[in-house]
């Protein structure tokens, strides 16, 4: 077998063998294939895709790179969710004490911010003291104690998503359904998790820009997990608009506290909830009540004792930035439209995200927006409020705020609205 042949089947628009999958995998984990070759094969499955089987091999090579773990010593049903990334997503936070607060475990492997969309790991790492690397036996450890553990995926599953992760991410070889469902899957799979509810992410915000891809990625990856025996779900849910009223590390922490003391936006808390019934029925326990664990104080118990067993202060006080800046709103009306990339993009240039893998991300960084679609706003009344401790970002994130963002208008008197610049 060799790399070239194994290209050309792809790039002439071929169907892979089960061999020169389970080969090229294996063979680029080990570092005989190289990078280059790689990447002209995921290019070349970008332009001219893969069937069904071939997805569903790939995801097989790729569990079979690593280890899988294993849940069965627990004495209830594990559940996991994954979004496929958005803007202001910061549902996993309340969502995994709230899920384990009624009865379920959830072994959540989550990961740090691609792009414009914000990573789970890098928002709980703006909590002093807590740490995202676990060894299998301490996530067991918290898993089985307290019911939840958000953490990183070790390095011995699915390494070889890791590294074509890592290599699409630089080659423009993301947007592929085939890969982006392989590459998800194996993760969850080789995770051990009973069932999965998917929350598949739609519109300018999300990687999949449009209805019909965000349905063929969620019907691909649903058809792998029940392949591999874990019950799993997906829901599609709109990111045309960012969730809730901030984007950015610790600014999105404080708001998942907030859903968690009973309070916080109602988009979050309706699609915290809504996840969470579905967790909940995929672990067969249709009949637990996520809303009154919120009211009651159970999950927030579950959240504090869960961040304090990963070294983190449920108490401290949140990192904020050392910079803000107010744009305030144009024209009085009714704010029609907020863009979600366009705030992701600004959260991504004020230090919320990284330009390269190896940057650090500011804690304190982000965007907040005072109205969401549908409330009136004031001529002069602040409408965002960035965040940075770097006040030459300010300039870029302005920009990415420019041109249709932001839409007021008034579309009950039949106006059609004023469109950026703010
Ligand atoms: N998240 C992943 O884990 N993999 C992808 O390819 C895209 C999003």
């Known amino acids: ?83 496929t990334g958005g803007v202001g997503d910061k549902i996993t936070l309340p969502l995994a004490p709230l899920v384990a607060a009624c009865g379920a475990a959830v072994p959540q492997l989550s990961g740090r911010g691609l792009g414009h969309t914000g990573g789970t790991l890098d928002k709980l790492e703006s909590i002093p003291g807590w740490r995202a690397d676990l060894d299998n036996a301490e996530m067991l450890d918290i898993l089985d104690r307290i019911g939840a553990v958000i953490c990183a995926a070790g390095p011995g599953l699915a390494p070889a998503d890791r590294k074509l992760y890592a290599l699409r991410d630089v080659t423009g070889t993301v947007e592929s359904i085939p890969l982006i469902a392989a590459s998800i899957m194996s993760k969850k799979i080789a995770e051990g998790t009973d069932s999965l509810v998917l929350d598949v992410k739609v519109g300018s915000g999300a990687f999949m820009k449009n209805l019909d891809d965000a349905r063929e990625l969620a019907a691909t990856m649903v058809g792998l997990g029940t392949d591999h025996g874990v019950r799993t779900v997906a829901l599609l849910t ?112 004020l230090g919320a995200g990284r330009a390269r893998k190896e940057d650090a991300v500011q804690a304190g960084a982000g965007v907040q927006w005072h109205a969401r679609p549908g409330d009136r706003v004031t001529a002069g009344a602040p409408l965002l409020t960035l965040h940075t401790d770097a006040p030459e970002r300010f300039a870029g994130a302005l920009e990415a705020l420019e041109g249709g963002a932001v839409t007021i208008g008034d579309p009950v008197e039949g106006d059609p609205g004023t469109v950026g610049p703010l």
């Not at 063998?17 to 570092?31: F, K, N």
């Not at 009223?245 to 998942?256: C, F, H, K, P, Y």
């Not at 009973?262 to 699609?271: K, N, Q, R, W, Y």
């Not at 305030?328 to 705030?343: C, I, M, N, R, S």
Request: proline share 5%; hydrophobic share 45%; glycine share 8%.
């Open 238 to 349: 709109d990111m045309s608009v960012p969730l809730g009223l901030t984007a950015g590390n610790a600014l999105e922490v404080r708001e998942s506290v907030e859903v968690l003391a009973g309070g916080g936006p109602a988009d979050v808390v309706e699609l915290t909830v809504a996840l969470a019934r579905e967790m909940l029925a995929a672990a067969g326990l249709p009949d637990a009540d996520p809303e009154r664990a919120l009211a009651d104080g159970s999950a927030m118990d579950v959240w504090r004792r869960m961040i304090a067993a990963q070294g983190g202060d449920p108490d401290a006080p949140l990192p904020t930035a050392r910079e803000t800046h107010t744009v305030t709103a144009p024209t009085t009306g009714t704010l029609v439209g907020l863009d979600a990339y366009a705030v992701g993009l600004a959260a991504w240039r």
């Open 1 to 83: 077998m060799d790399a070239i042949t194994v290209i050309r089947t792809k790039r002439d628009g071929g169907t892979l063998t089960p061999e020169q999958i389970d080969w090229v995998i294996d063979a680029y984990t080990r570092g005989t294939v190289a990078d280059e070759q790689m990447s002209a094969l995921a290019m070349a499955i970008l332009l001219n895709g893969m069937d069904r089987a071939e997805i569903a091999r790939w995801t097989a090579a790729m569990i079979a790179t690593g280890e899988r773990m294993e849940f069965s010593r627990l004495d209830r049903p594990t559940v996991d969710k994954h979004s």
